[in-house]
């Protein structure tokens, strides 16, 4: 027989005990609606990736929806519990971060996928569950925007990778010093652009769709120059001005010739177009000498 003593302390787990399997019990109808819509289609066909916090919002909101009861006090560990009990093929995480929630996705869904579907990594709870609850058009057409993303950033830093390799092993401008005006022109400023950079700004500005790394696109001459000049600015800053350029040579020492302001050739240099001032002076001064040694062996 139980004394006073041992029924205050028994008392309260049946209560709470009581009060756990209520809980459980309410909303059933809306609970079955919500994990039709969200735990099957969602999770379990769609593999995406939600937060418990999310799940919780959108149990909630249907509930105000189809049974028109405010459901705000119901725990979000009784839903888990739930979802648990009823789903045994969820995976629930917990980021390592304090302020991320709870994540829930189907345990089959693979490290690449799951990666893929991750949501807003800020920590924040942005999505509202009029999100989760939209036509499965519009939950197809969210999902491949995030998949995109994710793909697009990947490609673009792959591509990055490989441009970057390719400017580590162009070995820029290979004649001898000073170079002169059969060293500094179009076709041979062609010879320090790699390939792969040409072309690759060719595509981006849309001159042409030929998809091709064999050999440099053909594209409009006006164009043509343009993109030139923007990838001979790309080798120069990529080498840290080590890698000189027929451009950054030319432009240095024509605008040092018209202004002879070294002002002007030392802002156009920060801005990452032509050679330092010192730098365009050696060149001028070694041009000149090469030229007194020409005049002298002709004379």
């Given at each position: 027989?139980?004394?006073q003593?041992q029924?205050?302390?028994?008392?309260p787990f049946?209560?709470?005990?009581?009060?756990?399997?209520?809980?459980?019990?309410m909303?059933?109808?809306?609970?079955k609606?919500?994990?039709?819509?969200i735990?099957?289609?969602?999770l379990?066909v769609?593999?995406?990736?939600l937060r418990?916090?999310q799940?919780?919002?959108?149990?909630?909101?249907m509930v105000?929806?189809?049974e028109g009861?405010?459901a705000?006090?119901?725990?979000?560990?009784?839903l888990?519990k739930?979802?648990?009990?009823?789903?045994?093929?969820?995976?629930?995480h917990?980021?390592t971060?304090?302020?991320?929630?709870?994540l829930?996705?189907?345990e089959?869904?693979?490290?690449?996928?799951?990666v893929?579907?991750?949501?807003?990594?800020?920590?924040?709870?942005t999505?509202q569950?009029?999100?989760?609850s939209q036509?499965?058009?519009d939950?197809?057409t969210?999902?491949t925007?995030?998949q995109t993303?994710?793909?697009?950033?990947r490609?673009?830093y792959?591509a990055?990778?490989?441009?970057?390799?390719?400017?580590?092993?162009t070995p820029?401008?290979s004649?001898?010093?000073p170079?002169?005006?059969e060293?500094?022109?179009v076709?041979?400023?062609?010879?320090?652009v790699?390939i792969g950079?040409?072309?690759l700004?060719s595509?981006?500005?849309?001159?042409t769709?030929e998809?091709?790394?064999?050999h440099?696109?053909?594209?409009?001459?006006?164009?043509?120059?343009?993109?030139l000049?923007?990838?001979?600015?790309?080798?120069?800053l990529?080498?840290?001005?080590?890698k000189?350029?027929?451009?950054s040579?030319?432009?240095g020492?024509t605008?040092?010739?018209?202004t002879?302001?070294?002002?002007?050739?030392?802002?156009l240099?920060r801005?990452?177009?032509?050679?330092?001032?010192?730098t365009?002076?050696?060149?001028?001064t070694?041009l000149?000498q090469?030229?007194l040694?020409?005049?002298?062996?002709?004379?």
């Amino acid at each position: 027989m139980c004394t006073q003593s041992q029924h205050l302390f028994i008392y309260p787990f049946i209560y709470f005990s009581f009060m756990c399997c209520r809980d459980e019990a309410m909303f059933d109808a809306s609970y079955k609606l919500f994990c039709e819509r969200i735990i099957r289609q969602r999770l379990l066909v769609n593999n995406e990736v939600l937060r418990m916090g999310q799940l919780r919002q959108a149990f909630i909101d249907m509930v105000k929806a189809n049974e028109g009861v405010d459901a705000s006090n119901y725990r979000q560990d009784l839903l888990k519990k739930r979802l648990a009990q009823d789903f045994p093929q969820l995976a629930f995480h917990m980021p390592t971060k304090r302020n991320v929630c709870e994540l829930v996705f189907a345990e089959t869904l693979s490290k690449d996928a799951l990666v893929d579907m991750l949501p807003d990594p800020s920590g924040t709870e942005t999505t509202q569950s009029s999100e989760l609850s939209q036509t499965d058009s519009d939950n197809e057409t969210g999902r491949t925007k995030c998949q995109t993303t994710h793909e697009d950033t990947r490609t673009l830093y792959t591509a990055a990778l490989f441009l970057k390799r390719l400017l580590s092993d162009t070995p820029g401008m290979s004649c001898p010093w000073p170079p002169t005006s059969e060293n500094v022109n179009v076709t041979e400023s062609q010879t320090v652009v790699p390939i792969g950079l040409y072309n690759l700004l060719s595509w981006i500005i849309g001159s042409t769709e030929e998809p091709t790394l064999d050999h440099y696109v053909n594209i409009d001459d006006d164009v043509h120059l343009k993109v030139l000049s923007v990838c001979q600015d790309i080798v120069y800053l990529a080498s840290k001005g080590r890698k000189q350029t027929p451009k950054s040579l030319a432009l240095g020492l024509t605008v040092r010739h018209l202004t002879g302001s070294s002002r002007i050739v030392s802002l156009l240099n920060r801005l990452g177009h032509c050679a330092s001032w010192d730098t365009v002076l050696s060149l001028d001064t070694s041009l000149a000498q090469l030229t007194l040694v020409e005049v002298s062996h002709h004379s």
